[in-house]
């Protein structure tokens, strides 16, 4: 079974400063994908960026990018140039495998417990 | 990209009575959808998952019979929480599996239905 494992219930940053944002992961299958979400109030799921498990090269997305280090199974998230409305709350998620060898439909995601971000001015 | 319609955002019932939520795909066939629930500040956790014209696949400890999930097209799926009690308020969300440019590696979020039974 995977698992994934968020160990910072808040963080707290100061407006323009970067944010590391920690989770790690466990898991048996070979190929398997990363993602992180963040969760503002409104409880919408924003999409921020995705990590596969043979991308040798970091994932980068603006002013995100992810610290993938295969071997210590983590996957941390990382903020740079930290804005107000950065605040939420973020999820660390892992994809299953395909439902089916040539299937349409992925497998489910599993979500890490979250973390909330203050950005201060 | 792709764009799941997900309704009501907000509902309020009484205790007894029975909510329907949806969950739309509206600019692509959605295969399979998941059903989160989350509680405040905590984390997304899976209820169960739903086929196209088949049954949905509940996740352990979750109550068949009170979560109804019916997905008898390719552009819909409902929950429906029977006889609701103020202990199933919570915010559902409901999540589309699909493949392909559209979606973001794999994924779209309904924008979730707070529900408050009173």
């Known amino acids: 079974a995977q698992k994934i494992t968020q160990t910072q219930p808040g963080m707290f940053v100061q407006e323009k400063e970067a944010v590391t944002l920690d989770c790690t992961y466990d898991?048996?299958?070979?190929?398997?994908?990363l993602f992180w979400y963040k969760q503002p109030s409104s409880g919408e799921m924003i999409f921020l960026i995705y990590?596969?498990?043979?991308?040798?090269q970091n994932a980068t997305e603006g002013r995100y990018s992810l610290n993938f280090q295969k071997a210590r199974k983590s996957a941390n998230l990382v903020i740079s140039a930290s804005q107000l409305g950065d605040s939420a709350m973020y999820f660390c998620?892992?994809?299953?495998?395909?439902?089916?060898?040539?299937?349409?439909?992925?497998?489910?995601?599993?979500f890490g417990q979250g973390t909330i971000l203050t950005v201060h001015p | 990209g792709a764009v799941v319609s997900q309704h009501p955002s907000r509902v309020i019932c009484k205790s007894g009575t029975s909510v329907k939520i949806e969950c739309r795909s509206l600019?692509?066939?959605?295969?399979?959808m998941f059903w989160y629930r989350q509680f405040p500040k905590q984390s997304l956790m899976l209820m169960a998952t739903?086929?196209?014209?088949?049954?949905?696949?509940?996740e352990q400890g979750v109550e068949k019979d009170k979560f109804l999930i019916n997905h008898a097209s390719l552009t819909l799926s409902t929950l429906t929480v029977t006889s609701a009690h103020p202990e199933d308020s919570s915010f559902y969300i409901c999540?589309?599996?699909?493949?392909?440019?559209?979606?973001?590696?794999?994924?779209?979020f309904g924008s979730g239905t707070r529900l408050t039974v009173v």
């Open positions: 999540s589309a599996s699909l493949m392909g440019p559209k979606s973001n590696y794999g994924y779209t």
């Open positions: 898991t048996s299958d070979q190929s398997y994908g």
């Open positions: 990590q596969g498990s043979y991308d040798e």
């Open positions: 998620a892992m994809r299953e495998p395909p439902l089916s060898a040539g299937g349409t439909s992925y497998g489910k995601l599993t």
């Open positions: 600019d692509f066939q959605a295969t399979t």
């Open positions: 739903s086929n196209e014209g088949s049954k949905a696949t509940y």
